[in-house]
């Protein structure tokens, strides 16, 4: 065994009302002013996993997991998630999500072949994926998808006699679901770091111009686009 060294992606962004003005670019870079403070960091953390030394990039890719946050605005709560080789790997604030896909994944990795009990044992994190995802997911398309998800699981435990090739058609079939998912969730997740990254480039146009106040104010009209992303939930 050797340790593999594993990046994970922390990204920082909020506006807050102080007594001095602080900016920590990209580059981390600092600049002081007045009466405001923004605060932009990115900084990368590396992690530490034990995997078989005898792995090969395909594989390696596969086990690392990134971790990505984003804070918005003061007080909001963070976004926080995980990117594997296969998409979103889970929430911080969705487990049921997060253990659903690592079920999922696991059954794929075993050609589908799994104990009735396991598939089981997934029941009550699937049934409860429309009551406990996060509010700032809710959009239209990610629920109709937990729903499609759901329809087919209970397809699947509803067929006690299926045959065991049966059963792995319709696992396989659950997991094209989920995939779908997974997908929609990347896409809405995209648009949260599309506005904030948006957002970011209208604030450093105005501050290279001397416009601290004029900044803070693109900024914050910018982000408040995000809140349009789930108006159709």
């Known amino acids: 065994m050797k340790t593999i060294?594993?990046?994970?992606?922390?990204?920082?962004?909020?506006?807050?009302?102080?007594?001095?003005?602080?900016?920590?670019?990209?580059?981390?870079?600092?600049?002081?002013?007045?009466?405001?403070?923004?605060?932009?960091?990115?900084?990368?953390?590396?992690?530490?996993?034990?995997?078989?030394?005898?792995?090969?990039?395909?594989?390696?890719?596969?086990?690392?997991?990134?971790?990505?946050?984003?804070?918005?605005?003061?007080?909001?709560?963070?976004?926080?998630?995980?990117?594997?080789?296969?998409?979103?790997?889970?929430?911080?604030d969705w487990r049921d999500y997060t253990v659903v896909n690592y079920e999922l994944a696991e059954i794929r990795k075993a050609k589908y072949i799994t104990t009735a009990q396991?598939?089981?044992?997934?029941?009550?994190?699937?049934?409860?994926?429309?009551?406990?995802?996060?509010?700032?997911?809710?959009?239209?398309?990610?629920?109709?998808?937990?729903?499609?998800?759901?329809?087919?699981?209970?397809e699947l435990i509803e067929d006690a006699n299926a045959s065991e090739n049966e059963m792995k058609e319709n696992l396989e079939e659950l997991t094209e679901k989920f995939d779908d998912l997974k997908e929609e969730l990347d896409e809405t997740v995209q648009q949260y770091v599309k506005i904030h990254e948006s957002a970011i480039e209208e604030f450093n146009e105005e501050f290279k111009k001397g416009k601290i106040e004029a900044a803070i104010e693109e900024y914050n009209e910018e982000i408040k686009k995000m809140d349009k992303i789930v108006e159709n939930k």
């Open 5 to 92: 060294k594993m990046k994970s992606i922390k990204l920082f962004a909020t506006v807050l009302t102080v007594t001095s003005f602080m900016m920590v670019s990209c580059d981390v870079k600092k600049d002081n002013t007045n009466n405001e403070e923004v605060i932009e960091v990115v900084e990368v953390e590396e992690d530490k996993i034990d995997v078989n030394s005898d792995m090969d990039s395909k594989e390696l890719a596969e086990v690392e997991v990134k971790t990505r946050t984003y804070k918005m605005r003061e007080k909001q709560e963070p976004i926080v998630y995980d990117l594997d080789a296969n998409g979103i790997a889970g929430f911080d």
């Open 118 to 154: 396991r598939v089981k044992n997934m029941n009550y994190r699937i049934a409860n994926l429309g009551n406990s995802i996060p509010a700032w997911l809710k959009t239209e398309e990610v629920m109709e998808d937990v729903a499609d998800v759901q329809k087919e699981y209970l």
